[in-house]
C-alpha cells in the first residue's frame, strides 16, 4: 500500500503542475475574455481624443521653441 501511495503522490505531483501549464497555454481558450477585458481596461481612442493630443503636442513644442529663441537671444 505504502509504494502505491507514494507512486500516486508523484505522478499527481509531477502532473498538476505539468496540466496547469499546458491549461495556462491555450491562448484561444482565452482569447475572448482576455480581449473582452483589454477593451474594458484600455478603450479604443476616439478621433476627437487623438486630435486633441496632436494639438496639445503642437503648443508644447511651440512653446519650448519659443523659450528656447528668447533665451537665445538673451545671450547672444
Known amino acids: 500500500m505504502g509504494v502505491k501511495l507514494e507512486v500516486f503522490r ?5 502532473t498538476f503542475p505539468v496540466a496547469m501549464f499546458w491549461v495556462s497555454n491555450q491562448a484561444e481558450w482565452f482569447e475572448d475574455s482576455v480581449i473582452q ?6 478603450p479604443p481612442e476616439k478621433e ?3 486630435q486633441e493630443l496632436e494639438e496639445f503636442k503642437m503648443r508644447l513644442r511651440k512653446q519650448r521653441e519659443e523659450k528656447l529663441l528668447r533665451a537665445a537671444q538673451q545671450s547672444s
Open 10 to 14: 508523484m505522478v499527481l505531483y509531477l
Open 37 to 42: 477585458r483589454k477593451r474594458e481596461l484600455w
Open 48 to 50: 476627437s481624443q487623438r
